[in-house]
């Protein structure tokens, strides 16, 4: 039975009231700043508003919260550590060498069309995927961590370039 954009909105309006303020203070006490936290908030429950079916399915608003959260964390890492990497590159480079300021505003700009594409796709495709493509991880070593087998992590690594290159182009599409 499917279900109707007002009960989306009630349900989705019932888990922020009973657990944003306890998320914000979660995340606060782990980030140390209010800021970034308030922000990590809101991202933790627009992803949910994305997968209404995790809306609706959600058993435990907490955990899961919490899980969404840490999922956001790390991807705020692994995309702040591939930005610091790209400029640390473009600094060793010296100045004869090194990109202009569109170039590098360009290739930062696509890197968050690729984190946006990632956003809604399945949580293992997306992890290998991270794993592959920032961590550098071979396909044995993302099987391993992610306890599935290596021909697992291809259709995952398949999936989620798919998935993005659909994004990619959808994004082109309505510019």
Not at 77 to 93: D, F, K, Q, T, W
Not at 110 to 121: K, M, N, P, R
Request: aromatic share 6%; charged share 20%; proline share 3%.
């Amino acid at each position: 039975m499917p279900t109707s954009p007002l009960s989306t909105t009630q349900r989705l309006s019932e888990l922020y009231v009973h657990h944003h303020g306890w998320l914000f203070a979660w995340l606060r006490k782990k980030l140390g700043c209010p800021h970034e936290a308030a922000d990590l908030a809101q991202d933790t429950f627009i992803r949910i508003l994305a997968s209404r079916d995790a809306l609706f399915n959600m058993q435990e608003p907490r955990a899961y919260l919490t899980t969404t959260a840490k999922h956001l964390l790390l991807n705020q890492a692994r995309r702040r550590a591939v930005e610091e990497a790209y400029l640390a590159e473009v600094l060793a480079l010296g100045e004869d060498h090194a990109p202009s300021a569109e170039q590098v505003m360009a290739a930062i700009e696509a890197l968050e069309q690729i984190s946006q594409a990632l956003l809604g796709l399945a949580q293992k495709p997306r992890e290998a995927f991270l794993m592959r493509y920032l961590d550098g991880m071979l396909h044995a070593e993302i099987a391993q961590h992610l306890g599935v087998s290596t021909k697992m992590v291809q259709k995952y690594l398949i999936n989620a370039l798919v998935h993005c290159h659909a994004a990619v182009g959808a994004s082109m599409e309505a510019d």
